[in-house]
């Protein structure tokens, strides 16, 4: 059983959001978005909100996400793993909406999703309509459009502001260090770019995945209404329950890291190729290494060395960026 609450900080405003965004923790911010013209028309009634979003659409299209009713709204894996119980196609927001629309006469109805649809190609009057929260330069409003629909627990790489505009959404997270005890699926072969814990937290197997009651232990829970936010950082495993006919959240992700900087996730795959299968001992030398170069912050570690001969370890410029990426292409095409 999940009892912890996520910080809820009511009447947000600028100076929560700024409080929040500077924090390593999830935080709801209620109200943030509660004077958004689609809000608005949200509370007026989904015909309203579907009207007010559909004159705004510019007919470009995104990967949407089908499933039959059998699947209770939870788009997930085959039992083999090597598939998936839905389909993906090409929509627009405004065929969704029609087909969201028929579907809520359903009383079993099909799972209909549109994720993270960026609104600037979609809905290109969205962001002028409703100003985001101020927030990094890089942070571009994406669409999530949909009926009563789960998305599996992940986590994203970037920082998220995620942000309710019709319906209510329950999101369960934990953190980051609870991924030993998530049974996390596929890292390369996933339901939507980012691994995803094959557990259902909304009915969890705990003799299939016992290790999942620590992480239960960690979570936190809490359900958002039209007008609400939430904070997450990067790398809490969320999942995401949506429960009305007709849903719709704005996010927006930014980038914590310096723009020349690759991926972390990038590095872990190249770390399965290269250090997961040594003798214990050479894993333990490397993750000795790791530590010392890598995750122990030394001031003057480097004092040692001229600037002029730090090479790689040097400050992160666009220049050293190049260097490194030039090295590894390189090691990486002679294998």
């Known amino acids: 059983m999940i009892r912890k609450q996520i910080d809820d900080q ?21 109200g943030l978005v509660a004077d958004w013209p689609a809000k608005v028309a949200a509370d007026r009634g989904a015909d309203v909100l579907s009207n007010y979003l559909a004159n705004m659409d510019a007919g470009a ?32 927001v405004t065929a969704l909406l029609k087909t969201l629309e028929e579907a809520a006469k359903d009383p079993c109805p099909p799972a209909l999703y549109l994720g993270a649809a ?17 927030l990094p330069a890089d942070a571009q409003a994406r669409l999530w459009l949909g009926n009563a629909t789960t998305v599996q ?53 705990h003799d299939r995945f016992p290790l999942y009651r620590r992480a239960e232990g960690e979570a936190l829970r809490t359900t958002l209404g039209p007008g609400d936010a939430i904070y997450i950082p990067p790398l809490w495993w969320h999942h995401v329950q949506a429960h009305s006919t007709l849903n719709v959240l704005i996010n927006y992700w930014w980038s914590t890291a310096p723009a020349q900087a690759g991926s972390p996730f990038e590095c872990l795959i190249h770390g399965l ?13 490397w993750k000795a290494l790791f530590d010392h170069f890598i995750f122990s912050p030394q001031p003057d570690g480097l004092a040692h060395l001229p600037v002029s001969a730090r090479g790689v370890l040097g400050d992160l410029t666009p220049e050293t960026a190049q260097m490194i990426r030039q090295f590894l292409i390189g090691s990486l095409s002679r294998r």
Do not use: K
């Open 273 to 285: 190729l290269s250090i997961r299968n040594l003798r214990d001992e050479e894993r333990a030398a």
């Open 10 to 30: 009511s009447s947000a405003g600028e100076g929560a959001l700024s409080r929040a965004l500077a924090g390593a923790r999830p935080v709801v911010l209620r």
């Open 153 to 205: 627990t992940h986590y994203d790489l970037s920082a998220n502001l995620a942000c309710v505009v019709a319906g209510q959404r329950t999101f369960t997270l934990y953190p980051p260090e609870q991924a030993a005890n998530l049974y996390v699926g596929p890292l390369e072969f996933t339901l939507a770019d980012q691994p995803v814990s094959l557990v259902d937290p909304l009915a969890p197997d």
């Open 118 to 134: 960026p609104t600037a190609e979609s809905l290109p009057r969205f962001a002028a309509d409703n100003p985001a929260p101020t």
């Open 61 to 92: 299209q995104s990967i949407g996400f089908f499933g039959p009713p059998g699947i209770g709204g939870r788009f997930f894996y085959t039992d083999d793993l090597r598939g998936f119980n839905f389909e993906r196609r090409r929509t627009t």
